[in-house]
C-alpha cells in the first residue's frame, strides 16, 4: 500500500455523503465511478490522471508517436475500405488529445474527434468508434463466492475509511455473467463483472451506422479471466507508478482499474451486430498494420538506440505492452 494516504477530503466526504443517503452501502462501481469520475473531484474529471514518466501510469502513447502512426495507416486503410466521405474516427477517453495528434501529424487529413466522460454522444457514426484504455477504467461490480453462491461486495463507511460488506447481487446480469462458472469449487473465489463496458458497447452499435469498432486494453478471454489461478480477481490501483490492491487508499489521486472480459465483450457485440473481425495480442495487430513503417525503421536504425526502436520494442515486446494489450476490432455492416 503506498503511503502516506493521499485521499482527497473532499471526495471522501462526497462518497460518505453518498452511502449516508443510500443507506449505508454502495456497489463498489459506483465508488469507483465516484472515486474517478466525481464531476469536479474525480480522478479522471479533477485533472488529476498523470500519465508518463512524472505520473502514476504508462500507455501505449507515452512511448511517443509510433503508436499513432500505425493507427493512421489503419484508419486510412478502412476510410478507404468504407468508401464514406462522412468517415470520423471517435476516440473514447483522449486523455488530453496526445494520440489524436500523433496520428494527425502522419494523416491530417483524417477526421478524429475526442467524446471524454459525460459528453453528449452523436446521434449517428460512420467511421470507427476507438478506444485505448477505456474499457479497463469504467466502474465495475465485485463479486465473491460466499457459503457457496456469489454474493456482491458493497462499499460501506468505517470510523477511518471505507470497508468491503458481502450482499445479495444488486443487478440481474451479474447473475447471469456468472452462472456458468461452477460455483461449487470456487469457494472465496473473487472478481469483476464490467456490466459498464457492455452498456457502452450497446450505446455504440446503437449509433454506428456502418463501420468499426477498434478496442486496445488490458484483459483476457474467458478461460484465463476465470481461471483458478486468478481468484483474487483484476482490480489494480496505480499511483505513482505503483501498483497495488486496495482501492480505499489516495481515492482522487489514484487510478483503480479491472482487466476487461474480451469474451463478454465479443458475445455482447455480436449480438448488438458487431461482428468480431480480429481478436489478438496489441504487439500482432501493430506488426501486422504498421510492416512496412516498422520495417524501415529497424532497417534506418539499425544497431542504434534510437527513439522509435525503442518504441517498438515496448509497443510490441511480450515482457512490454505487446502481450499484456489485446485488440479486438468489431465491424457494424448497415
Given at each position: 500500500?503506498?503511503?502516506?494516504?493521499?485521499?482527497?477530503p473532499?471526495?471522501?466526504?462526497a462518497?460518505?455523503?453518498?452511502?449516508a443517503?443510500?443507506?449505508?452501502?454502495?456497489?463498489?462501481?459506483?465508488?469507483m465511478?465516484?472515486?474517478?469520475?466525481?464531476?469536479?473531484?474525480?480522478?479522471?474529471?479533477?485533472?488529476?490522471a498523470?500519465?508518463?514518466?512524472?505520473?502514476?501510469?504508462?500507455?501505449?502513447?507515452?512511448?511517443?508517436?509510433?503508436?499513432?502512426?500505425?493507427?493512421a495507416?489503419?484508419?486510412?486503410?478502412?476510410r478507404?475500405e468504407?468508401?464514406?466521405d462522412?468517415?470520423?474516427i471517435?476516440?473514447?477517453g483522449?486523455?488530453?488529445?496526445?494520440?489524436?495528434?500523433?496520428?494527425?501529424?502522419a494523416?491530417?487529413?483524417l477526421?478524429?474527434?475526442i467524446?471524454e466522460?459525460?459528453?453528449?454522444?452523436?446521434?449517428?457514426?460512420?467511421?470507427?468508434?476507438?478506444?485505448n484504455?477505456?474499457?479497463?477504467?469504467l466502474?465495475?461490480?465485485?463479486?465473491?463466492?460466499?457459503?457457496?453462491?456469489?454474493?456482491?461486495?458493497?462499499v460501506?463507511a468505517t470510523a477511518d475509511g471505507?470497508?468491503?460488506?458481502?450482499?445479495?447481487?444488486?443487478?440481474?446480469?451479474?447473475?447471469?455473467?456468472?452462472?456458468?462458472l461452477?460455483?461449487?469449487?470456487?469457494?472465496?473465489?473473487?472478481?469483476?463483472?464490467?456490466?459498464?463496458?457492455?452498456?457502452?458497447?450497446?450505446?455504440?452499435?446503437?449509433?454506428?451506422?456502418?463501420?468499426?469498432?477498434?478496442?486496445f486494453?488490458?484483459?483476457?478471454?474467458r478461460a484465463?479471466?476465470?481461471?483458478?489461478?486468478?481468484r483474487?480477481?483484476?482490480l489494480?490501483?496505480y499511483?505513482?507508478?505503483?501498483?497495488?490492491?486496495?482501492?480505499f487508499?489516495?481515492?482522487?489521486?489514484?487510478?483503480?482499474?479491472?482487466?476487461?472480459?474480451?469474451?463478454?465483450?465479443?458475445?455482447?457485440?455480436?449480438?448488438?451486430?458487431?461482428?468480431?473481425?480480429?481478436?489478438?495480442?496489441?504487439?500482432?495487430?501493430?506488426?501486422?498494420?504498421?510492416a512496412?513503417l516498422?520495417?524501415?525503421i529497424?532497417?534506418?536504425?539499425?544497431?542504434?538506440?534510437?527513439v522509435?526502436?525503442?518504441?517498438?520494442?515496448?509497443?510490441i515486446h511480450?515482457?512490454?505492452?505487446?502481450?499484456?494489450?489485446q485488440?479486438?476490432?468489431q465491424?457494424?455492416?448497415p
Open positions: 500500500m503506498p503511503a502516506p494516504d493521499s485521499s482527497r473532499e471526495l471522501v466526504a462518497i460518505r455523503a453518498e452511502l443517503r443510500a443507506g449505508g452501502r454502495i456497489t463498489f462501481a459506483r465508488f465511478e465516484l472515486a474517478l469520475y466525481h464531476p469536479q473531484l474525480g480522478y479522471y474529471t479533477s485533472g488529476a498523470r500519465i508518463g514518466r512524472c505520473g502514476d501510469f504508462f500507455t501505449s502513447v507515452s512511448v511517443g508517436p509510433l503508436f499513432g502512426k500505425i493507427l495507416q489503419f484508419f486510412r486503410k478502412r478507404a468504407l468508401g464514406a462522412d468517415f470520423t471517435w476516440e473514447f483522449g486523455r488530453g488529445g496526445e494520440l489524436r495528434a500523433d496520428a494527425l501529424a494523416a491530417p487529413e477526421d478524429w474527434r467524446v466522460a459525460g459528453e453528449p454522444l452523436p446521434d449517428e457514426m460512420t467511421g470507427c468508434v476507438f478506444s484504455e477505456l474499457l479497463d477504467a466502474p465495475v461490480h465485485r463479486v465473491q463466492v460466499q457459503g457457496g453462491a456469489w454474493r456482491e461486495l458493497y460501506v471505507f470497508a468491503e460488506a458481502a450482499g445479495p447481487l444488486s443487478d440481474p446480469r451479474l447473475t447471469a455473467a456468472l452462472a456458468e461452477p460455483v461449487a469449487q470456487m469457494e472465496g473465489y473473487r472478481t469483476e463483472i464490467n456490466l459498464r463496458a457492455l452498456d457502452w458497447l450497446e450505446q455504440m452499435a446503437k449509433r454506428l451506422r456502418r463501420g468499426w469498432v477498434l478496442t486494453d488490458y484483459g483476457f478471454e484465463d479471466y476465470f481461471a483458478p489461478h486468478r483474487d480477481g483484476h489494480q490501483c499511483h505513482r507508478h505503483q501498483r497495488h490492491g486496495d482501492p487508499v489516495n481515492i482522487g489521486v489514484q487510478d483503480i482499474t479491472a482487466h476487461v472480459d474480451f469474451s463478454a465483450v465479443i458475445e455482447c457485440g455480436r449480438a448488438l451486430g458487431l461482428a468480431p473481425v480480429h481478436f489478438c495480442e496489441q504487439g500482432k495487430f501493430l506488426l501486422e498494420e504498421g512496412d516498422i520495417r524501415a529497424v532497417e534506418r536504425d539499425a544497431g542504434k538506440n534510437s522509435e526502436r525503442n518504441a517498438i520494442h515496448q509497443l511480450p515482457a512490454h505492452m505487446g502481450r499484456a494489450f485488440a479486438l476490432l465491424q457494424k455492416q
